[in-house]
Structure formats: C-alpha cells, structure tokens
Antibody
C-alpha cells in the first residue's frame, strides 16, 4: 500500500523560498500523477499543480504560474514543490497527493487523488 | 478555469438522518467520449488530510461505507449521506478533474444537530 511521506514543518521569511518533499513508499511512483494542494488556516483546498514523473512535465494552476516549481526524482520516488517569493498569505499546510494519470499524444491527463500525504506546515513570518 | 460551487455552506443533521450536499460546476465535466463525469468528493476531518470518498461522480472508493453515495451529471452533482453517523462530522469538498487544472468547491461543513 503506497504511502506519501512529506518533509517537516518550515518557517520562512517573506521573500524567501521553500522546498517541500514527498516520498512515495510501498508502491509504484512514476506512472501516477503527484499533485500539490494547499490549505490556508481555516480555509478550503487549493490545487497548486502536479507532475507525472514518467512524462516529466509539470502542470500549474494559473495563480501560481511563475512562482511554483514541481519536480520529481524517479530514482528516489520523491516529488518536490518549491514556492518562491513567499508572503504571509502563503502560510498554509501543503499536501502532496497521488492520482491516476494517462497520456494521449502530447496531452497528459490527471485523475482523482486517492492517496494523500499528512501535510507540511509552512509558516511565513518576519 | 472551471469554477466549483457548493451548497449549503454548512448543515446540521440529526444522527441517523439524511445529509445532502450539492456541487455545481461552471461548465460540464462530462466527457462525451467515455460518458464519464470527472468529479470527485473528499471528506476532511480536523487535523487530517482529505480522504477520497467518491470518483467518477458516483463510484465509491474502496472501504467507504455504503451510506455515502454520489449522483449527478454534467454540471450538477450531489453527495448524500443516507444515515448520518457521528464519525461523518467533517468538511466535504467536490473537485473536478475534467480540466488538468483541478479546482475544488469551497467545502460544506457537516455537523450533528
């Protein structure tokens, strides 16, 4: 049974960057999609982007385009999410989640997310 | 982006009674080539990550109690808890995966009356 293990909590200064990791254990990694979803305190879920490791290309929400970079290392079954130019509004719990994936021609398709990490708290404060 | 809305924002239901949550998408999430609705439902309890309940709008995830059911097609969807249990107190989110840029509804909080 696959599990997603995320890196520990981070405290960052405004303007800096944070990189959160998500390691898959106990199952296949490369042929699934890994998405990143964040949740600000008391707020709802917000999808940031995702990657299908076997295909390599990432897909980002418009809101985070240019500020977020999602990568994956197939050799260690680990996905990463780096968010730059941090501001106080980026204080949130960041989740990684595994979902189904497929590809038709040049198009990649992402499906529902069935396995979630426990979340990484990122606090942005001066 | 596809905008997801949910109603109500919150509801309180007596134990054993039915709870109904509605979800609406700003455009159809029904893929005509395979006749599947690209819509999922998640349950989130305080301090926990979301848990997948329903996918393809009406397919229950393995291990999810059969009191949870999903219905609807196109732009209008419903999550029904047929007989509310104490452990069902949570926030419920719908999510579309029709677009590769996923979007979630704002969530519906379910409590015991």
């Amino acid at each position: 049974q696959v599990q997603l293990v995320q890196s520990g909590a981070e405290v960052k200064k405004p303007g800096s960057s944070v990189k959160v990791s998500c390691k898959a254990s106990g199952g296949t990694f490369s042929s699934y999609a890994i998405s990143w979803v964040r949740q600000a305190p008391g707020q709802g879920l917000e999808w940031m982007g995702g990657i299908i490791p076997i295909f390599g290309t990432a897909n980002y929400a418009q809101k985070f385009q240019g500020r977020v970079t999602i990568t994956a290392d197939e050799s260690t079954s680990t996905a990463y999410m780096e968010l730059s130019s941090l501001r106080s509004e980026d204080t949130a719990v960041y989740y990684c989640a595994r979902g189904g994936a497929s590809r038709w021609g040049d198009e990649s398709y992402y499906y529902y997310m069935d396995v979630w990490g426990k979340g990484t708290t990122v606090t942005v404060s001066s | 982006d596809i905008v997801m809305t949910q109603s109500p924002d919150s509801l309180a239901v007596s134990l054993g009674e039915r709870a109904t949550i509605n979800c609406k998408s700003s455009q159809s999430v029904l893929y005509s080539s395979n006749n599947k609705n690209y819509l999922a439902w998640y349950q989130q309890k305080p301090g926990q990550p979301p848990k997948l309940l329903i996918y393809w709008a009406s397919t229950r995830e393995s291990g999810v109690p059969d009191r949870f059911s999903g219905s609807g097609s196109g732009t209008d969807f419903t999550l029904t808890i047929s007989s509310l249990q104490a452990e069902d107190v949570a926030v419920y989110y719908c999510q579309q995966y029709y677009s590769t840029r996923f979007t979630f509804g704002p969530g519906t909080k379910v409590d015991i009356k």
